[in-house]
């Protein structure tokens, strides 16, 4: 059987996801280990994790 995904929704989330991703390595990369940067490299982290499940929720919703 197949199902469909609406491809704006998608897109924009997999966008966002490789956008935090980049941005959680470059301050990991450019800036000392100091309080400020590891919450946001959190906040890019987290980012993610709602981007992944937020696609997850949208195959799962267009297969079902």
């Given at each position: 059987?197949?199902?469909l995904v609406r491809y704006d929704s998608f897109?924009?989330?997999?966008?966002?996801?490789?956008g935090a991703r980049v941005l959680?390595?470059?301050t990991h990369v450019a800036?000392?280990?100091t309080s400020?940067?590891?919450?946001?490299?959190f906040a890019f982290f987290f980012t993610q994790i709602v981007c992944?499940?937020?696609m997850a929720i949208l195959v799962v919703r267009a297969a079902g």
């Open positions: 059987s197949t199902f897109f924009f989330l997999a966008v966002s996801y490789l959680q390595t470059v800036f000392d280990e400020a940067a590891v919450g946001v490299r992944v499940t937020w």
